[in-house]
């Protein structure tokens, strides 16, 4: 977890000891910074479930989109909550954000940099003022909005333009844009509309090349990070790429143990499922990599329940599973997955998508138009995550499936990068280096000049070419 900008305060989420549990280093100075006591919690009891509109399953009531075929889902009555030091509580609902609750959150922010006034270090005492500063205007902006009678906003969805899909392709299907002569994803003629292939064609499989890397940075004694890439290998014998960032947290020997549990458990639960059956179709992949995380959670979750040297240990979890000419992802916390193609991957021409969503009160926070985006990537508060592996019994689990094809890179990595790296940059290293492993590497590397406030993990997939049985 890591704070760029004006603040690097680290601020560690503990759901068992309600106090802080760590502290980071502030770059330009060496200052230690004690963590706010956040706490985030769900419900602990087993949620109800309701029936997809969409397709007629049962999901969470907490689900925001049917895991199985994608409906959104109307907004449940269990919101996740954020437990405040002092006891109150923020509602973070699916759609929407209590004002009055984000108002208690600010002002015990307030409060806490108030006491760090009266430290006798200068650096310390600057630092909170600027805090103050920033803070105040955030409830200002609030108090107006209370004002006018506004208790709710709504949150908006900030996902960006897909690639437009006109034309099907007969020989992978999917979509590509109307005058287009081959698939994007496959490289296979396209057909006139109305028209059909004389014989059924096999779909293909994609040539990747991978690599991962995980730097401790420069200022951690421990990397509590672990990445990794792999070939799954499925009943029938087809090669499943897998690529995988987890990002521990709750101290140094828990947060390393969670991270590596997480992705231990999803390794071994992938494999055995994999070699029983495969599944067979999208639905079906994402229900199975819902599953294993699932399996994780519980795994992360009874260990630091059994260890009361593993108290409040948690871990953030985002993994792509490259199917034919699909990548599948399962995520939860702040780690990010990423598409890129020098040609662009969205209607505006953007070279790098942004292929899951932070579960931070920072985005949240842009979400309901407190923060601008470029505002939000600084924000001393950037880091509190809402949701992550092992922290609560349950655990709700992002999924998605996009297509790839040749030209396309992937990326996942932990925030250590995504925190000194913007977007456009890190298209830009991954899109121009000679492999995915220089990638990494230029990444890692650039995210420790810039001061390597946190553990940097990076894993980067090139799709080179295409495999025809």
């Known amino acids: 977890m890591l704070l760029t900008g004006h603040f690097k305060a680290l601020f560690i989420v503990c759901t068992v000891l309600h106090r802080p549990i760590g502290v980071c280093y502030n770059a330009p100075c060496a200052v230690v910074i004690a963590s706010i006591a956040m706490v985030f919690t769900k419900h602990m009891h087993q949620p109800p479930t309701r029936t997809c509109f969409g397709c007629g399953r049962s999901i969470a009531i907490t689900a925001r989109y049917c895991p199985y075929c994608g409906t959104p889902v109307p907004r449940g009555d269990r919101p996740d909550e954020i437990i405040v030091a002092d006891g109150r509580r923020l509602r973070v609902a699916q759609d929407a954000l209590s004002l009055r609750g984000l108002l208690a959150i600010v002002e015990s922010s307030v409060a806490w940099w108030q006491h760090k006034l009266q430290s006798t270090d200068a650096t310390t005492r600057q630092q909170a003022a600027s805090a103050i500063k920033e803070l105040s205007l955030i409830l200002d902006s609030l108090a107006q909005q209370l004002a006018l009678g506004r208790d709710v906003v ?103 143990r969670a991270s590596s549990l997480a992705a231990e458990t999803v390794r071994r639960e992938l494999t055995s499922c994999l070699q029983a059956s495969t599944p067979p179709d999208g639905n079906a992949w994402a229900a199975l990599l819902r599953d294993v995380v699932i399996n994780a959670n519980s795994q992360v979750y009874q260990e630091a329940r059994g260890n009361t040297q593993l108290r409040g240990m948690g871990t953030t979890l985002t993994l792509l599973a490259v199917v034919g000419t699909e990548a599948y992802m399962a995520h939860v916390g702040d780690s990010r997955a990423y598409l890129c193609n020098a040609n662009g991957v969205t209607d505006d021409g953007a070279t790098a998508m942004q292929l899951s969503i932070d579960h931070t009160l920072v985005a949240r926070l842009v979400d309901i138009g407190q923060l601008t985006p470029k505002q939000a990537w600084v924000h001393p508060q950037r880091n509190i995550i809402y949701r992550a592996l092992g922290t609560n019994e349950q655990i709700e689990v992002d999924t998605l499936s996009q297509p790839v094809g040749v030209g396309d890179a992937l990326v996942v990595c932990s925030d250590g990068l995504t925190s000194h790296v913007e977007d456009t940059e890190l298209a830009s290293i991954v899109l121009a280096a000679a492999s995915p492993e220089q990638a990494c590497e230029q990444l890692i590397a650039l995210a420790n000049h810039r001061g390597g406030s946190d553990n940097i993990s990076v894993v980067v997939a090139s799709v080179e070419g295409i495999i025809r049985d």
């Open 154 to 256: 709504k949150i908006t969805t900030r996902l960006p333009v897909q690639r437009a899909s006109d034309v099907t392709c007969a020989v992978c299907g999917h979509g590509n844009r109307r005058g287009a002569r081959f698939c994007y994803a496959c490289g296979a003629k396209l057909f006139e509309p109305g028209t059909r292939p004389t014989s059924a064609p096999v779909p293909p499989r994609l040539r990747l090349r991978m690599a991962a890397r995980s730097d401790t940075g420069q200022m951690r004694q421990n990397n509590e990070d672990t990445s990794y890439t792999g070939i799954l290998t499925t009943a029938g014998g087809a090669a499943i790429p897998l690529l995988l960032v987890a990002d521990g947290m709750g101290g140094a020997q828990a947060g390393e």
